[in-house]
Each structure stands twice: as structure tokens, then as C-alpha cells.
């Protein structure tokens, strides 16, 4: 506990301040971080705005800060650089107050705490108020590492005249990235304007003392290299922060419909198909429509999340074809969020349709579950890419019904699909290896904490 820890450290103690993003797939491996480093002794502040915040009930031992985010719950996500603009312009003075009172306290005081900041890097004030107060700063990345050199690259594409991509270059590799294709890269359709704004915006402007990533040595060596080349700093490779500690209480903003274990439960074993598209994507009524028929189609049982609002248009399910109901009721269960590391952890799971988000892919890999992706922007395309075509336990679908009816098939019954589970068992083993005493992830995170007391 922190009385050993200061003990052992000549008195000294240390206040992380942990700086978590608002959005689900972010706000998950923070909170499992403060949990890690917790059980190590550090005091842990979780400095967290209105908009989606944490329970505190759920992290006993944590102090909570909300900060004061003006953010209106109608702010579109999806005009997603306004939406942090203004989530750093107005979290940031707030911040910046609280670690000032905290500072000038201690100056009279014999009671000292050595403040370090460890920020999402989408909280990329945090970073500012650091550097302005002369305080250490650590920055976490929750995606994958194979995103960094496909987002560091674009300036020069562009320069170069090739991004935007033309469509007759889409199914081209871009040479500097192999295996990725133009069409991997992010950024799709969005003006160019808007993009390298974006680029520089989530650089961060003060170096920061250290990164760690949500990530493994052995799923991307390639492009861990690069990032330790270009930042010369620490890079701590500390993933899949889910199963780094244990953390019973759920950190879900929306409450987990738990009945769908039960159904699982009368399901024959890896023969459900588990579809959920993660936290943020919208999608027009036709895709979703596709998925339908293409699910009722394949004759497997499912398990569909269909989030509220996430249909374009549509409260709920409201948009699935009426002759579809009873027959999609017969073979399968539709929920609005689902405890999904339970579901993928389930014998009845033999394969998860996803968006590719980094959590969902961590999450999949640790259970040993093939994916069928379904990238919709940033990390995801290039995380498909991988799946599908480095680490070979996902196939990259087309929405439209005959082809997803195939596919489902071809992942859960057919001979690709038991080369795929395969392979999924292959990497399954090799992220238990990492967490485990003596294993890349294990040794990242004692270096983490080492490198923390040295500050
Ligand atoms: N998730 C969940 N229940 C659901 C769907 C998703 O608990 O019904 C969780 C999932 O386990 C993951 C997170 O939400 O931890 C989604 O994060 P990810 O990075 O995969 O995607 P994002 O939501 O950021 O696009």
C-alpha cells in the first residue's frame, strides 16, 4: 500500500493524476490502468469530465475530479474535432486551478506528494497544464500502435498529391505501410483541411516524459519501432490493460443486459455469432438492413447488439423489415449493450462480428474468438487489415446480405473458419504468455512503475 511504498522511498510519495477521456473505448483501459497502479501504492486521482462520467462507487480507493465540461449531452460526436476543441477548452482552466491549489498547498506543508500526469492523449490539455506548471506528463494511447505511422505519413502524402486518395489507387499498398492499402488509411472523406487539423491537433505540443500503449511487443514490432524512433522517448507496451488486474465492477456507461448469458447458455458450443459495432458508430438504415438479411440468412444463432440510437433515423430496431422479426426471434436475440467480455469468454461464442475498435479486438484475441470486421473509420480499417491479413483470425466483410450470409458461414462452419479459430488460439496464448510473470506486458508495466518512482 502507499504507506509501505513511501516507507521504502525515504518518505516521498507519489499523486498520479489520471486524465481519462469521455468516450467508452478510452475511459475503460484508464480506469483498469488507476486500478493497476493503485495496487501498487500510487495515490490516484481520476480527473474525468461530466459527460459520461465514471461511477466512483465502482472504484473505491480512487479519488474522482469532474471537471467542468459546458458540454451540452447534444454535441454531435460526430463532428469530432469541435467536440474535443471544446472539450479541452473547457475542461482545461478547471484543471489547471485544482493543480495549482494542490501545488501551493503543499509549499507550506511538510506533507509532500510528487505530482505526475498521465493523460489520454485525446486530453491533450492535460499535457498543456503540465508543461505549464513543470510537472511530469505520461501519455496513454488506447488504440493500437499500427495507426501511428499511417497518421504520420499523411502530411507528406498529401504533399506528394497522393491524399486524399483517388479511387482507382484504393486497393493499392502505399508502399511506406505495407501491407496497408490507400483504403486502410484514415481519415476517409473528411476535407483535408479537417484532417491534418485533426493531426495536429492530438500531436502533443509538450513532450511528454513517457507513452504507454494498449498494445503488445509481439502484435506489432514494426510499427513499435517507428514510435520509439520518432519519440525517443519510454514507449511501455502495457496491453490488454482488461486483464492486467482484476476489475470486477463494470465500466459501462450503459447498463449491460445480462439475460443474454442465460440465452448463450442454451446455445450449442462456438456456434452463436456475437455482432456489436462498439460505443460510437451510426450506421443508415440500409446497412443495418443488410445485416439483418444477412444474419436471418446464415441460419446460425446470434447475438446482435443494436445500441439505442445507433440506426440513423431510429429509436431502437424499429428498422428491421417486418416479415424479419419473428423469424430473426426464432434463432436469435437482439439486446441494446451486453457485458461483452462475459460474451466472449462464453463457450457458445464461435465468432464476433465487429467494427474492429481496439478494445473489441484486445477483447476477441483474449478469448480466442475469430472476427468478421466491419471498419467504419480512424484505427479500424487499419486494424482489420491485420486481422484479416497479418495475424489471419479475421476476414474484412462487404455489407450486403449474400455476402455477409457467406461469410458468417465461412467463419463459423466452414474449413476457414477452423484455421482462423486457429490462428486465434495461436495469439490467444501468446497475449497469456505476455501478462503473465516474466512476459513482455508484466515487464513493461514493472518498468512503468520503476520509471514513475524515478520522476
Ligand atoms: N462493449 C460492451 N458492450 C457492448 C458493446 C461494447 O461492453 O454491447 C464494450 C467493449 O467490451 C469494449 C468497448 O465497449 O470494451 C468498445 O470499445 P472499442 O475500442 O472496441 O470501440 P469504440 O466503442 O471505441 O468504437
Request: charge should be negative; charged fraction near 20%; proline fraction near 6%.
Amino acid at each position: 500500500g502507499q504507506r509501505e511504498m513511501a516507507e521504502e522511498h525515504g518518505g516521498r510519495r507519489w499523486r498520479l493524476v489520471l486524465t481519462a477521456s469521455p468516450l467508452q473505448g478510452h475511459m475503460t483501459p484508464m480506469l483498469h490502468l488507476a486500478t493497476f497502479l493503485h495496487s501498487k501504492g500510487f495515490s490516484i486521482t481520476i480527473a474525468h469530465s461530466e459527460l459520461n462520467r465514471p461511477d466512483p462507487s465502482n472504484h473505491p480507493g480512487l479519488t474522482f475530479l469532474p471537471l467542468h465540461d459546458n458540454i451540452s449531452a447534444t454535441l454531435d460526436f460526430a463532428n469530432a474535432i469541435q467536440f474535443l476543441q471544446t472539450l479541452n477548452d473547457n475542461c482545461r482552466p478547471h484543471f489547471q486551478e485544482h493543480l495549482v491549489q494542490i501545488i501551493n498547498a503543499q509549499k507550506d506543508s511538510s506533507d509532500k506528494e510528487t505530482i505526475v500526469i498521465i493523460y489520454d492523449n485525446l486530453m491533450y490539455f492535460a499535457g498543456t497544464v503540465a508543461g505549464d506548471l513543470g510537472l511530469p506528463s505520461i501519455v496513454l494511447r488506447t488504440s493500437g500502435s499500427s495507426i501511428f505511422p499511417a497518421i504520420k505519413i499523411i502530411p507528406q502524402l498529401h504533399q506528394e498529391g497522393r491524399f486524399p486518395v483517388q479511387d482507382c489507387m484504393l486497393q493499392e499498398i502505399v508502399t511506406e505501410l505495407d501491407p496497408l492499402r490507400y483504403k486502410d488509411l484514415p481519415f476517409y472523406g473528411l476535407p483535408i483541411k479537417q484532417t491534418l487539423e485533426t493531426i495536429n491537433m492530438i500531436m502533443p505540443k509538450t513532450p511528454p516524459s513517457a507513452y504507454l500503449w494498449n498494445t503488445l511487443e509481439f502484435l506489432e514490432p514494426s510499427a513499435l519501432t517507428q514510435i520509439r524512433d520518432h519519440y525517443q522517448v519510454p514507449v511501455f507496451t502495457v496491453g490488454p490493460l482488461h486483464k492486467i488486474i482484476p476489475t470486477p465492477s463494470s465500466t459501462s456507461f450503459l447498463e449491460e443486459d445480462t439475460s443474454c448469458i442465460s440465452w448463450l447458455d442454451k446455445q450449442a458450443p462456438k456456434s452463436v455469432l456475437y455482432v456489436s459495432l462498439g460505443s460510437i458508430a451510426n450506421m443508415d438504415e440500409k446497412v443495418s438492413t443488410e445485416m439483418a438479411w444477412g444474419l436471418a440468412n446464415s441460419n446460425q444463432p446470434f447475438l446482435w447488439v443494436v445500441r439505442p440510437g445507433s440506426v440513423k433515423g431510429f429509436e431502437w430496431i424499429e428498422f428491421l423489415p417486418e416479415g424479419l422479426v419473428s423469424e430473426m426471434k426464432a434463432r436469435g436475440l437482439i439486446v441494446k449493450w451486453a457485458p461483452q467480455k462475459e460474451v466472449l469468454a462464453h463457450s457458445a461464442v464461435g465468432g464476433f462480428w465487429s467494427h474492429c475498435g481496439w478494445n473489441s479486438t484486445l477483447e476477441s484475441m483474449f478469448e480466442g474468438v475469430p472476427m468478421l470486421c466491419q471498419p467504419f473509420d480512424l484505427d479500424q480499417k487499419v486494424t482489420t487489415r491485420y486481422l484479416s491479413y497479418v495475424w489471419k483470425m479475421g476476414v474484412e466483410i462487404v455489407v450486403e446480405r449474400g455476402e455477409i450470409e457467406g461469410a458468417i458461414r465461412r467463419v463459423l462452419v466452414g474449413k476457414e473458419g477452423e484455421e482462423m479459430k486457429q490462428r486465434a488460439m495461436e495469439i490467444q496464448e501468446k497475449v497469456k504468455d505476455a501478462i503473465s510473470h516474466g512476459g513482455s506486458s508484466q515487464n513493461s508495466l514493472k518498468k512503468l512503475v520503476e520509471f514513475i518512482l524515478s520522476l
